[in-house]
């Protein structure tokens, strides 16, 4: 093949490499833009409170304030801004300007000025009071009200433990984690005639945008018009829409532009994050490895807002069942929410939780017996064919196995895991874990995509489908497949930016639905297409369609002859014809699961409590690569976001006071280029038979076994039983003896 | 209060208020908005451009401050250069912070011809990447040193 | 805000002369004043100090080390005499922020900003440093680092690290969240005569364990005059220990503090020393 499979380089990268690539941030002085008023937001200080009165006099004095917003001159509307269709059943508890606030950074006031700073400094005059209410901040707390709650038996649980040989009970809880994109959020919006509204918006689905906005301004959907801007990064931070009903709001009532940025203190207070989990997993083992038991118990904070949380539960289930074959699992996971930071969408969104707490709860049980805990999983993990036991999916062609042994072999794993941790200063360990994840939202009712495929005049090709590429490559891995169908190169594809007037609907970027799902809609289309050409040019050069070729950007007869695209196109519009295109609704009959098996190597310092991860392979059963070269760099940045979920991030909510304590990030603890290990990739490309050339999804599994592969090799090297992430310094240094001079300290 | 900067080889006369950012100002006053502003306190780097030939966080400097020195941001490299080895290496994901991480790298570049890895590493310490886990950024960066000094990779 | 600027004064008898005029605020590298959400604060002109000619140097091979205060971390990181005579400052400079901030933060600008978790700071009083300062009004005075506090208006113009109080050795520790571009949690700067396996003077100062850096004098008194081994070093840090335990009581960092000190400690004694930190002196002890 001629594109997919290959290391085709991203196709704007020289734009955004030279800096010519456009983000929404630096499109404010366009000229489209004239008149633009800048917003500025004012927060709650407060967890849970009443807003008795905002006085907004001062402010309005201020030197280019236009106008100042909060809940008694806005549109009081309930809504969730989780939702991705018009019309969605979802728990409303969102309103754009509170008059009870639920967590410290939830929204009270907008300012609007000519400028930034001037908004800026019209907020700080707001004055607002409250009166307090009392708040919850413990996901633990008994008046924690919960959202949602999921549950599940198969099998007999009492009798799998009574036959096990060993049963472990393991604690696990994860922290509250930033997106972290560098990307800032921002919302720029321009009202248009007839009481319509544009937003222009990074986001991971245009038709969320508009769904949300028209619950939150109760305005029919067809009145807003939403494009998606390049964006700066999003890991599921962005696919909620924040900003947009405030914009847009903004931007009719006051018939100017608006934008609203927000600053990085902002973004880390008062937009979304990823849900804290306390989970508890029993797991019993039969004496050579067979989990014959399963029962484990989850809650997760959802945050003061329930957003998609009330999904959670049930997509921990969904993601647990895939794994393993087990004897009789039982499960409940519980959401609760609390007056904190909202949680939401967030690459895995889920499974890192539900896989922490499984991966280290198995290698405890393993390490029980004295099991090597790649030969526990191998002993477990579900074969090709085989279907999960909650909704009864096919799991399509799972190769978690080939993970486990190739990616064991070229780790040298066993080798390793039985290599002495050593007695010194440093310990040296290897851990590991699996993963396994959705393709698409099957059997959801959403789920299909519909692609349009067009013959330029030019001779290349117009993709028309809502996609949305979050900067992972997506557009350019469509183009691929595009190419590859039409005899193109994947440059020649022209990729029309996402318009939800443009545009069919689609769910967007979620649910690591993009290459299976939207991938194969083009790839359909392309089909499709290629055929509609072959015809027209069947007839051009008197040759039956179905022994023509289309290679090389032309379409190539038996005999050699040959017409370039644009030469047919040309043709066909001298005679008037339409230039051909196809379209194709893809509509998803399964849900298969990618795997993945991570393996890493770690050294901690006994004295500091310091770890270093030394080195780290990543095996992922993907399908089929269509372009290897963002399929590693989604593997590496998941591996960062995993490394820092395991040993460096906390949004850390202060306890007492409900504040955000990781706000900058200065005090939010990224991992840099010079925390990470060296990484080495390894694709098993058996091929999905169900998947566009048989590929699955990569982007969110990269990130889910991260964590607990890191975690499982500091409990190797320190034969520890760390649960609690991230393991900090603190929290590993609090888990070794205290050593024989700290006695004498007095 | 008007000042005279030095950008990418041409003067540049702009009307600033004293506590503008260098940043805001590059971007908003001379349209380079190749630069980024994802923190404003110095953490991220996606606003790295030269000054005189270092590496700086451009929102830590009020503009004024670089009256008359020599700014050099991502528009004044050669595309063929280090955006390009960039693209071929695979380092660009979202493309946020691209533009400080390149500037940082030819920063280094234009003091050590042949970094190591880990002096590659160093010298980015101070720009953030969400997307690619560095991996692919280390090898653009060793990429093009070799491309400079004529070697293979 | 209402300012005015004021740059490229040619020297500090004109920058002199301006204090003289009126109020002034200044900002030199800006990593600190230019934060976000910290401001330019003051009223009065703004004044950008980090061209002033005069206020940039490091003249390290005279009798005492003199630094202008304008000078940049990245200088200090990068001078090879400095490195000679105080290599606990070129190295508490090569650890402070990245690359980009290393280019624009000034020693002036650390030690006005005074954050408790400075890199500058617990070296510089371990050196027993003074400040030479430009008071607004045109007078100059010459003050001590330790216990110093900048007044309104007042500029600091040099760091003086007298001779006679620079030891023969002397080594900087940091530990952070992360290994680079990152807030010390603790910090660590020991200056020691060190001859043949036997430590002589001693001056330890811990930064990020209080509001401002302090002198150790109990695990100064455990080291001086000591000869390097297991036992010496037991104490030492046991003696590090307790100073952690004084110093933050009943603090949420105290339980990883008071042992994690001990990192930074064998740090710069191995520094000092010449050793290797895995060496088997150090893992007898640490064990």
């Known amino acids: 093949m001629k594109q997919v499979g290959h290391r085709v380089a991203l196709l704007d990268g020289l734009a955004k490499a030279s800096g010519g690539l456009r983000f929404t941030a630096d499109l404010l002085s366009d000229?489209?833009?004239?008149?633009?008023?800048?917003?500025?937001?004012?927060?709650?200080?407060?967890?849970h409170a009443k807003v008795l009165a905002v006085d907004t006099a001062a402010a309005l004095m201020m030197p280019g304030v236009v106008a100042v917003y909060w809940h008694a001159n806005t549109p009081a509307n309930r809504y969730n801004s989780a939702i991705w269709r018009v019309g969605q059943a979802a728990p409303c508890d969102e309103v754009m300007l509170a008059a009870t606030v639920c967590h410290v950074g939830d929204r009270v006031a907008l300012v609007l000025a000519d400028s930034a700073a001037q908004a800026r400094a019209a907020a700080a005059q707001v004055r607002v009071s409250y009166a307090d209410l009392p708040p919850v901040l413990d996901m633990a707390a008994q008046d924690a009200p919960q959202v949602a709650e999921a549950s599940f038996e198969h099998g007999d649980i009492d009798a799998g433990f009574a036959a096990a040989a060993v049963v472990v009970e393991t604690h696990v809880t994860t922290p509250r984690s930033a997106h972290a994109a560098i990307e800032p959020h921002i919302c720029l919006?321009?009202?248009?005639?007839?009481?319509?509204?544009?937003?222009?918006?990074?986001?991971?689905?245009?038709?969320?945008?508009?769904a949300v906005v028209a619950q939150a301004l109760d305005l029919p959907p067809d009145r807003i018009r939403v494009q998606k801007t390049a964006i700066g990064g999003s890991f599921g931070g962005k696919a909620e829409p924040i900003l947009d009903p405030l914009c847009a709001f903004a931007a009719l009532a006051l018939n100017r532009p608006v934008t609203i940025c927000l600053d990085r203190r902002e973004v880390f207070t008062a937009t979304r994050s990823r849900a804290a989990m306390q989970g508890r997993m029993r797991v019993g083992l039969a004496a050579d490895g067979q989990i014959v038991a399963r029962d484990t118990e989850v809650v997760v904070d959802v945050g003061a807002y329930v957003t998609g949380g009330h999904h959670l539960p049930g997509s921990m289930l969904q993601r647990l069942g895939r794994l393993y074959e087990v004897g009789a699992e039982r499960y409940l996971g519980r959401a609760v929410t609390t007056n904190t930071l909202p949680g939401g969408a967030f690459r895995g969104y889920g499974s890192p939780q539900i896989h922490a707490l499984a991966e280290i709860a198995l290698d405890r049980a393993a390490g029980q017996l004295g099991l090597d805990p790649v030969a526990v999983r191998l002993r477990n993990i579900v074969a090709p064919g085989a279907n999960e036991p909650w909704q009864g999916q096919a799991l399509g062609n799972a190769q978690g196995a080939a993970c486990l042994v190739r990616g064991a072999q070229a780790f040298d794993w066993v080798a390793r895991w039985r290599a002495p941790a050593g007695r010194g200063r440093w310990r040296s360990g290897v851990g590991m874990a699996c993963a396994t994840h959705i393709n698409g939202c099957f059997p959801g009712e959403d789920e299909s995509t519909t692609a349009t495929l067009r013959l330029l005049p030019d001779g290349r090709a117009e993709l028309i489908c809502a996609l949305h590429d979050l900067g992972c490559g997506s557009d350019t891995t469509m183009a691929q497949i595009a190419a590859e169908?039409?005899?193109?190169?994947?440059?020649a594809i022209v990729i029309a930016p996402a318009d939800s007037a443009t545009c069919a609907y689609d769910l967007g970027t979620r649910a690591s639905r993009l290459t299976y799902i939207c991938g194969e809609a083009v790839r359909r289309a392309g089909a499709a297409l290629a055929q509609a050409i072959t015809a027209a040019a069947g007839l051009e050069l008197n040759a039956a369609p179905a022994g023509l070729v289309l290679a090389g950007g032309q379409v190539v007869a038996p005999g050699g002859a040959a017409l370039t695209l644009a030469g047919l196109a040309a043709r066909l519009a001298a005679r008037g014809a339409a230039l051909p295109e196809a379209t194709e609704t893809y509509n998803a009959t399964a849900n298969p699961s990618s795997y993945a098996a991570h393996f890493a190597a770690v050294e901690v310092d006994t004295l500091t409590g310091v770890v270093r991860v030394t080195d780290y392979l990543a095996a992922?059963?993907?399908?089929?690569?269509?372009?290897?070269?963002?399929?590693?760099?989604?593997i590496c940045g998941g591996i960062q976001i995993g490394l820092g979920y395991a040993l460096l991030e906390d949004v850390a909510v202060d306890p007492a006071s409900g504040r955000v304590r990781g706000d900058s990030f200065a005090r939010y603890t990224l991992a840099n280029a010079p925390e990470m290990p060296p990484i080495r990739v390894l694709l098993v490309e058996e091929g999905e038979p169900t998947g566009p050339f048989g590929a699955k999804a990569v982007g969110e599994i990269a990130t889910v076994p991260v964590a607990p592969a890191i975690v499982n090799a500091v409990n190797h090297a320190l034969a520890t039983t760390l649960g609690d992430l991230p393991l900090t310094p603190a929290r590993v240094l609090a888990a070794l003896p205290e050593p024989a001079w700290l006695a004498a300290a007095s | 209060m008007q000042i005279s900067l030095m950008v990418n080889g041409e003067r540049r006369d702009i009307e600033v208020a004293p506590e503008a950012r260098l940043s805001a100002v590059l971007r908003e006053g001379l349209g380079l908005t190749g630069l980024k502003e994802g923190c404003r306190e110095g953490e991220c780097g996606a606003c790295t451009v030269l000054l005189d030939g270092q590496a700086v966080n451009s929102c830590l400097i009020a503009a004024f401050q670089a009256e008359g020195r020599r700014i050099v941001t991502v528009e004044g490299l050669d595309p063929a250069g280090l955006p390009q080895a960039f693209v071929d290496a695979g380092a660009i994901q979202c493309g946020f912070c691209t533009p400080g991480m390149v500037m940082a790298a030819e920063a280094l570049l234009r003091t050590d011809p042949a970094p190591a890895p880990d002096t590659i590493r160093h010298a980015l310490a101070g720009n953030i990447c969400r997307c690619t886990g560095f991996v692919a950024i280390v090898q653009a960066v060793a990429l093009e040193a070799a491309r400079r000094r004529g070697v293979a990779a | 805000m209402n300012l005015r600027v004021g740059i490229n004064l040619p020297d500090q008898a004109a920058l002199a002369a301006l204090m003289a005029t009126g109020p002034l605020s200044f900002v030199a590298g800006g990593t600190d004043v230019m934060v976000a959400g910290r401001g330019l604060t003051g009223a009065g002109r703004l004044v950008d100090l980090s061209r002033v000619a005069g206020l940039a140097f490091i003249a390290a091979t005279g009798a005492d080390i003199r630094i202008g205060a304008a000078t940049t971390v990245a200088a200090l990181a990068a001078d090879p005499a400095l490195r000679a005579r105080l290599p606990a400052l070129a190295q508490a400079a090569a650890q402070c922020g990245s690359v980009q901030i290393r280019n624009r933060a000034t020693i002036g600008g650390n030690i006005a900003n005074a954050a408790p978790a400075a890199d500058l700071i617990p070296v510089l009083l371990a050196a027993e440093a003074r400040l030479r300062l430009a008071l607004p009004g045109g007078a100059r005075a010459e003050v001590a680092l330790d216990g110093f506090a900048l007044p309104p208006g007042a500029l600091i113009t040099e760091v003086i690290l007298p001779g006679p109080a620079l030891l023969g050795r002397s080594a900087f520790a940091k530990l952070g969240a992360r290994r680079e571009l990152t807030i010390a949690r603790l910090n660590l700067a020991l200056l020691a005569d060190y001859h043949h396996g036997r430590f002589g003077a001693v001056r330890l100062v811990a930064g990020a364990l209080g509001p401002r850096p302090r002198r150790l004098p109990r695990a100064e008194a455990a080291l001086a005059g000591q000869v390097l081994k297991a036992a010496t070093l037991r104490t030492w840090l046991a003696a590090l220990t307790a100073e952690v335990e004084a110093a933050i009581p009943g603090r949420a960092a105290l339980a990883w503090k008071r042992r994690a000190i001990a990192g930074a400690g064998l740090a710069v004694v191995a520094d000092v020393a010449g050793l290797a930190l895995d060496a088997p002196l150090f893992e007898a002890v640490a064990a």
């Open chain 1, 31 to 47: 000229p489209a833009n004239a008149g633009l008023l800048h917003g500025a937001l004012v927060f709650s200080p407060r967890a």
């Open chain 1, 189 to 210: 919006a321009r009202p248009e005639p007839g009481g319509r509204v544009l937003i222009l918006s990074p986001c991971q689905s245009v038709f969320a945008v508009q």
């Open chain 1, 485 to 491: 169908m039409l005899g193109l190169a994947a440059q």
């Open chain 1, 620 to 634: 992922h059963d993907l399908g089929r690569a269509i372009n290897p070269m963002l399929v590693e760099g989604q």
